[in-house]
């Protein structure tokens, strides 16, 4: 199976501030790599898909990056509503796994 | 717009049975890959099973796998996760999604509010 790890775990940043959530597969996954937010209580929103591609209606603050192993999530100026957790997904091949998740809090 | 809406969640004590089903509307069922993801109360997501547009194609995680089927229904734009053998460890809430697919790169578009399934005596 192939792992994800993400990091931080969690992190403490303030509206403004550019936060970078960085995502890890323990084997090449080229760009099968898709990034939800979920919100308490909520069923995870689709963000990103194939590593880079953003979802229609996403603020074009969120953007990703990344191939192969090392995949990023971005968002370059916080805003109150972008406060939740992020998973980033592999999907290059079964089980599709998800990574742990990164926990984004008010400083 | 599209809605998928899980029932048939509940109280279950270990080694019963549940049969979950997921009813789609806003899109044509028939076109679309269907996953189920589940999430354990304060933990992760963890995908659960997949199947094909027309039902030939189905995988599950190793977690359900001999224990659970995913099926769908495609007259009737539904889909079923029936669970068997049931253990303390399935309790999650259980999302119906749905995948786009190869075409696009297996993302999953849409995800219901989700149904909580608790295993326990």
């Known amino acids: 199976d192939i792992q994800m790890t993400q990091s931080p775990s969690s992190l403490s940043a303030s509206v403004g501030d550019r936060v970078t959530i960085t995502c890890r597969a323990s084997q090449n996954i080229n760009d099968y790599l898709n990034w939800y937010q979920q919100k308490p209580g909520k069923a995870p929103k689709l963000l990103i898909s194939a590593a880079s591609s953003l979802q229609s209606g996403v603020p074009s603050r969120i953007s990703g990056s990344g191939f192969g192993t090392d995949f990023t999530l971005t968002i370059s100026s916080l805003q109150p509503e972008d406060f939740a957790t992020y998973y980033c997904?592999?999907?290059?091949?079964?089980?599709?796994?998800f990574g742990p998740g990164t926990r984004v809090e008010i400083k | 717009q599209v809605q998928l809406v899980e029932s048939g969640g509940g109280l279950v004590k270990p080694g019963g049975s549940l049969r979950l089903s997921c009813a789609a509307s806003?899109?044509?069922?028939?076109?679309?890959?269907m996953s189920w993801i589940r999430q354990a109360p304060g933990k992760g997501l963890e995908w659960v099973s997949h199947i094909s547009n027309t039902g030939n194609t189905i995988y599950y995680a190793d977690s359900v796998k001999g224990r659970s089927t995913i099926s769908r229904d495609n007259a009737k734009n539904s889909l079923y996760l029936q669970m068997n053998s049931l253990r303390a460890e399935d309790t999650a809430v259980y999302y119906c999604?749905?995948?786009?697919?190869?075409?696009?790169?297996?993302?999953?578009?849409?995800w219901g509010q989700g149904i909580l399934v608790t295993v326990s005596s």
């Open positions: 999604v749905r995948d786009g697919g190869y075409s696009s790169g297996w993302k999953l578009d849409n």
């Open positions: 806003g899109f044509i069922f028939s076109d679309y890959y």
């Open positions: 997904h592999q999907t290059y091949n079964i089980p599709r796994t």
